[in-house]
């Protein structure tokens, strides 16, 4: 909620390098969007605790990744830890962040608890030989 309030907090916050954001219900690409920290190689988004809802994403995913890279261009590693995804919007999103040039630093993505199984094989998704992107799971359903 507090993010909706911030135009631009890059100036007070010249030397962040790791972000966290908590979710309730659902945040937007709008939302992350108003996030300026240049200096910030980490960006984690994570269902808040207590909750009686399970947190998403509500947006186009393929939005996403150039709303990261207005946070910060320098972001090496994306995380989504208990957000309720799926195998078919976590693929989506894969591809997105693989097919996007504007992250060019980002090597490591990664879902956590999003509600996915073995059934999504994150390797079976096109990248291309310039733009490496590694990503981790952990599969499970979110908690809460």
Not at 16 to 22: G, M, N, S
Not at 108 to 131: A, K, N, Y
Request: a negative charge.
């Amino acid at each position: 909620m507090a993010l909706r309030e911030w135009q631009d907090c890059g100036s007070m916050f010249d030397n962040v390098k790791r972000i966290t954001i908590q979710v309730w219900c659902t945040i937007r690409c709008d939302v992350i969007h108003m996030i300026h920290l240049p200096s910030a190689i980490e960006f984690t988004i994570q269902a808040r605790e207590p909750r009686y809802y399970r947190a998403c994403l509500h947006d186009d995913f393929t939005s996403l990744p150039n709303a990261l890279c207005k946070v910060s261009s320098q972001l090496v590693k994306v995380t989504f830890t208990d957000l309720d995804i799926g195998n078919n919007q976590t693929e989506r999103i894969i591809q997105a962040f693989r097919s996007t040039y504007d992250l060019k630093h980002l090597r490591i993505l990664r879902f956590i608890r999003c509600g996915t199984d073995e059934r999504l094989d994150p390797s079976s998704i096109d990248s291309d030989g310039e733009h490496k992107i590694t990503v981790e799971m952990v599969h499970g359903e979110p908690f809460g």
